[in-house]
């Protein structure tokens, strides 16, 4: 059957299960899909980790280090050294995972992680701390990318979002371990270097279970190894659902071997926008120096900081739990412009307190309300803007070019990571808190605009119903393209 245009992009819509609901898949009928979903979390689980951890750490590698604590740079070189590292391994991940494939960048990730956290536990000086944190970004970076897309390319369409979702769990877990480990070891002699150095064991748990995960189909397909690709695929989907996705993906190869440049530029802008806005209204921010805002808005214990901050980040997992349930019913589009409105409103509440403080009023009570907005800004992100930036640009992308343009839009991601992190406390110090928090306000607002314009709704469809997407935007709508999905549910 020809279809009048190339695909429905109705929200939600995919015109293959629409007419077959009998072949849908669910978390709880392909236990093969969890198993591997699992496993490739771990790089989710380590990324989270290790980014979340430093905010703890870096108060007792003050106490141990003089010149770390008279110094607001070295303190925010220690920071934001990870995440340079993460830059290049973003960069580097995307060209890796589309040479050599989605394993070979996981396990390069791991052996960065293990490095690095070796490096940091045994570290005399700062400067060795420095060269640690260094490579484990660049395992974060090498996971940042990889996870995610790996998974997207094993997942049915119809609970891909929740799959990837998963993955920015994992993270949010991470995150909130870290905490969980800094509060614990706060009277552990050698604290820093524990909390930091424990990374690598789960490095090595993923490297081990490296052997037994599957390649990606996709990928093996696109590299003519069909056999393996199909020998994947059968243990994700049925007959007869198989043999239609073999041929849905067959079909797609061949078509996206013709030129896409403008269609691809146009999935850039709408990828990289995401993932910079991501960090451009605070994120990592809020994750990297809760205890330090904790501190500044009027806690001033070590313990009571990180133990606020434990909640913050508690709060973080359990908004990414709601994202999960959320993004494949609610959509990415809808979901986003929600948390960013959310957003908006945690940020006026914790701009307005800590200006309120900042400018001679000590009350204890605009404190809990700094604490309470940085509650309420987690609790809003985390189902939305944590997400969908990573689910989206898994599924934007044409196949040969999935690893290295995902590579540039999170290398993108990373970059505003390092803007922030390594700005922030020097904004705080020229401008104050509250003011800093202003700027971040303005940036939430100017995303809301974005994504209005500029993010299109990918909830449910195939990745060939999305390459359509891109293809009216591009090009405008073409009655005489047939859509390969149409002709698979003949």
Request: hydrophobic letters at 50%.
């Amino acid at each position: 059957m020809m279809a009048d245009m190339c695909v429905s992009i109705k929200a939600g819509s995919s015109d293959y299960l629409e007419k077959h609901p009998e072949r849908r898949r669910s978390f709880s009928q392909n236990f093969y899909i969890v198993g591997v979903t699992f496993a490739a979390d771990i790089g989710g689980l380590l990324f989270g980790y290790d980014t979340g951890v430093i905010s703890g750490a870096l108060l007792y590698i003050k106490d141990d280090f003089e010149v770390v604590k008279n110094s607001s740079f070295l303190q925010e070189l220690i920071v934001a050294m990870a995440l340079v590292g993460a830059i290049f391994g973003a960069a580097l991940g995307g060209y890796i995972n589309d040479s050599l494939g989605r394993k070979a960048a996981t396990i390069v990730a791991d052996i960065c992680f293990t490095v690095g956290s070796l490096l940091i536990a045994i570290a005399p000086n700062p400067t060795l701390i420095i060269v640690g944190r260094f490579f484990v970004g660049l395992g974060v970076g090498f996971a940042s990318v990889t996870a995610p897309m790996y998974i997207a390319e094993v997942s049915p369409s119809e609970i891909r979002g929740g799959l990837v979702s998963v993955n920015c769990l994992m993270i949010t877990t991470g995150q909130f371990l870290s905490f969980v480990i800094n509060y614990g070891l706060t009277r552990v002699p050698g604290t820093w270097r524990w909390m930091l150095g424990i990374a690598g064991t789960p490095a090595v748990i993923q490297l081990v279970l490296m052997v037994f995960l599957p390649e990606s189909p996709r990928w093996l397909y696109l590299k003519n190894r069909k056999e393996e690709a199909t020998n994947v695929l059968s243990k994700i989907y049925p007959s007869p659902r198989l043999e239609d996705e073999i041929y849905i993906l067959e079909a797609h190869m061949e078509q996206e071997q013709k030129d896409k440049l403008k269609e691809i530029r146009v999935a850039f802008i709408c990828g990289a926008g995401l993932q910079a806005f991501q960090q451009l209204t605070g994120i990592s921010v809020i994750m990297y120096y809760s205890p330090t805002i904790i501190q500044l808005a009027g806690f001033k214990l070590n313990e009571s900081a990180l133990f606020l901050s434990l909640i913050v980040s508690a709060i973080n997992a359990g908004g990414t739990i709601i994202g999960i349930y959320l993004i494949d019913i609610v959509g990415r589009k809808k979901l986003t412009l929600s948390s960013l409105t959310g957003v908006v409103g945690s940020l006026i509440l914790l701009s307005a307190s800590c200006y309120v403080r900042g400018h001679g009023n000590p009350s204890f009570v605009y404190g809990w309300l700094a604490v309470a907005g940085l509650a309420l800004y987690i609790i809003l992100f985390a189902p939305g803007m944590g997400p969908v930036p990573w689910a989206v640009n898994t599924e934007i992308y044409p196949e040969e070019f999935r690893g290295i343009c995902g590579g540039m839009s999170a290398t993108i991601n990373w970059v505003g990571c390092v803007i922030m992190s390594i700005s922030f406390l020097s904004f705080v110090d020229a401008i104050g808190l509250g003011e800093s928090f202003m700027i971040l306000l303005v940036v939430a607002c100017v995303a809301i605009v974005f994504v209005i314009f500029c993010v299109p709704e990918t909830k449910g469809l195939t990745f060939e119903e999305v390459s359509n997407i891109w293809k009216e935007k591009a090009y405008g709508k073409n009655k005489n393209i047939e859509s390969i999905v149409e002709q698979a549910s003949t």
